[in-house]
């Protein structure tokens, strides 16, 4: 079974410091992961998946294998990041139900 | 402009009543997907389809059920609502190639 584990629930940081929202992973397969982010009062929206390797709005995400890690990293948070950030996965095939972790709300203090 | 909808954006009911919920999509997608999230919470997968007439129930039971008879609609329906159903429900899609999916803004639904 896949399952996604996010650890912190909030993640509280002052603007300007650096941001890592950590996720694990439990899949025996090769996995297909994802960053959705959550902002107040809008709809859940992709933030960037492993696969594409880019950059969105300063985030990063590596994909390790060995530690079946997928972390989002910030160098410097901005109170614009404040959200709740959900880490997902599913499979490599193009059939797959995404499976979500519990989510962490990130809040970037100024 | 491509786009996932969802009607209505919040809802209020008694116990008892039937309810359905309406999704669809101008995303030219061919699969769709239910999930029910309690604020601030986790997504939990209630219900996805893979094309017209292809029903799947997700790791989350639910009383609910789906149909899909067109491509761009996945309509949800409780034929009994009750306060443990009050919830919100989000509606994603997601194309042939690729597990990315988008979603639409969600019913809140409360059952008193």
């Known amino acids: 079974a896949q399952r996604v584990t996010q650890p912190e629930k909030l993640l509280s940081v002052f603007k300007g410091a650096p941001v890592e929202l950590k996720c694990n992973y439990s899949y025996s397969g090769s996995p297909e992961l994802f960053w959705y982010v959550q902002y107040s009062r809008q709809r859940l929206q992709l933030l960037l998946r492993h696969i594409s390797r880019e950059s969105i709005k300063g985030f990063t995400a590596d994909l390790n294998k060995g530690e079946t890690s997928f972390h989002l990293k910030k160098p410097f948070a901005q109170e614009e990041d404040s959200a709740m950030y959900y880490c997902a996965l599913s499979s490599n095939s193009g059939y797959s139900t995404l499976t979500f972790g519990k989510g962490t709300m990130l809040l970037v203090s100024p | 402009e491509a786009d996932i909808y969802q009607t209505p954006r919040y809802l209020v009911i008694g116990t008892g009543k039937k309810i359905t919920l309406e999704c669809s999509q101008t995303m030219g997608h061919d699969k769709m997907y239910w999930y029910q999230q309690d604020p601030g919470m986790e997504l939990h997968l209630i219900h996805y389809?893979?094309?017209?007439?292809?029903?799947e129930k997700g790791d989350l039971s639910s009383e609910s059920t789906v149909s899909r008879i067109r491509t761009e609609h996945f309509p949800l329906t409780l034929e009994s609502a009750r306060p443990s159903h009050t919830s919100q429900y989000l509606c994603?899609?997601?194309?042939?190639?690729?597990?990315?999916?988008?979603f639409g803004p969600g019913t809140r639904l409360t059952v008193l």
């Open positions: 389809s893979y094309g017209v007439n292809s029903t």
């Open positions: 994603a899609s997601s194309g042939s190639s690729y597990n990315e999916q988008f």
